[in-house]
């Protein structure tokens, strides 16, 4: 703040102080009037004060007046509310769980005529299993006649497993795996008709394979043999013709 005087006599010195408690704020050199700055001690209640200026020299006589301290209102300063972002956690997704397929080939009715001896054909009928592994089964032939001999063949069964085979949902033949899950079995048809048919062998696995059964027919040879038979008595006829138109000339 600044401190200004008037009127004074002058003087060695002026001394500025708060009557309140003597404190001295200031102090300038000696002059009838002038001005001078000072500061408000520290801790200075508000309200009303009386300042009072005194000089070093008695005579020259003392003034005073008055101020009000006023303290400034204190200021708060609110800080805005920090809104934190909502934590979204991805979606959990389990993969599909994906089951091989069990492939059969539905059984099919072909009827053959003129056809050759199924023993002189090799077998190639085979399918992998159904279930997990490497499992085969083969048929050691393609082709049957009814009452014909078949054999079916496996690998990728369990150590010693029991092996039902089934077709037409009936038994046609029982055995036990080996402890290389390996195992053979004839095949025995109870009633069994033309056509391609499947046979299953269970045995913790599923494995598929398929034959073909026909029935040879006899009648091609008896045409063949009546064609023959017809042609020689055409030919024979037509001679005799012929020499009988000769002979009436």
């Known amino acids: 703040m600044t401190i200004s005087w008037s009127g004074f006599t002058t003087c060695r010195a002026v001394t500025i102080a708060f009557a309140l408690d003597g404190t001295q704020i200031a102090t300038a050199a000696s ?3 002038g001005s001078v700055g000072a500061t408000v001690p520290a ?3 508000a309200g009303s004060h009386k300042l009072t200026a005194q000089s070093s020299n008695l005579k020259c006589g003392s003034a005073g007046t008055a101020f009000r301290v006023v303290v400034p209102p204190t200021t708060t300063t609110t800080q805005p509310p920090v809104t934190q972002p909502p934590v979204t956690n991805p979606p959990v997704t389990n993969p599909p769980v994906t089951r091989p397929p069990v492939t059969t080939t539905p059984p099919t009715t072909t009827t053959t005529t003129d056809t050759p001896s199924s023993s002189s054909q090799t077998s190639s009928s085979s399918t992998t299993s159904s279930g997990p592994g490497d499992g085969v089964l083969v048929l050691d032939k393609d082709n049957i006649q009814p009452g014909e001999d078949l ?5 990728g069964c369990p150590n010693g497993a029991d092996v039902t ?3 037409l949902g009936e038994e046609v033949g029982k055995t036990v795996a080996n402890d290389k899950g390996e195992f053979t079995s004839p095949v025995k048809f109870a009633n069994i008709e033309p056509g391609r048919h499947v046979v ?5 696995i599923v494995l598929v394979g398929n034959v073909d059964v026909t029935l040879s027919s006899s009648s091609g040879g008896t045409t063949s043999t009546l064609v023959v038979l017809l042609f020689f008595l055409l030919v024979g006829a037509a001679m005799l013709r012929r020499q009988f138109t000769g002979l009436r000339r």
Not at 151 to 155: E, F, Q
Not at 200 to 204: K, L, N, S, V, Y
């Open 151 to 155: 054999t079916a063949t496996g690998t």
């Open 200 to 204: 299953r062998a269970e045995c913790g």
């Open 43 to 45: 801790g200075t209640t």
């Open 165 to 167: 085979l089934h077709s």
């Open 31 to 33: 002059s009838a009037s």
